[in-house]
């Protein structure tokens, strides 16, 4: 089942960043996203427990989705697509046109997993400034 985040999913949200190699955001972090758009980040449940999550943010004009991980003890079931799918249509919903996302340029499976769902590479040149 795919659901809205809650708070007590944290823990279990962490764990599984944590498992997949993906950085946890901190609570202080999502306070912040989750006061803006809540609705578009997603756990997937197997009764209680998070076997895989996405993290959605929408600015208005673009959607980004951000720190999809999946239990890796869980993976090759579908549960990533599942939470992408849902993530589509929960932007479309908002009149989102556009869907961003980022992969590292070795992560090939990565980059094969989103060419799957439709994602296409961009030229586009990444700049960043910690603040």
């Excluded at 306070?31 to 809540?38: C, G, I, T, V």
């Excluded at 929408?58 to 579908?78: K, M, Q, S, Y």
Aim: net charge neutral; glycine share 8%.
């Amino acid at each position: 089942m795919i659901r809205s985040f809650r708070w007590d999913d944290y823990d279990a949200v962490a764990a599984v960043w944590a498992a997949a190699a993906r950085e946890v955001v901190p609570r202080a972090e999502l306070e912040l996203k989750l006061a803006r758009d809540p609705e578009l980040f997603l756990v997937a449940v197997d009764g209680e427990r998070v076997t895989g999550v996405v993290l959605g943010t929408w600015d208005g004009r673009r959607g980004w989705i951000l720190r999809l991980a999946v239990d890796p003890a869980r993976r090759r079931e579908g549960i990533a697509t599942a939470l992408v799918r849902e993530l589509e249509g929960r932007f479309r919903a908002l009149g989102c046109p556009r869907i961003n996302l980022l992969v590292m340029p070795e992560n090939e499976a990565g980059l094969r997993f989103w060419q799957e769902l439709g994602y296409l590479p961009m030229p586009d040149v990444l700049c960043t400034k910690p603040l």
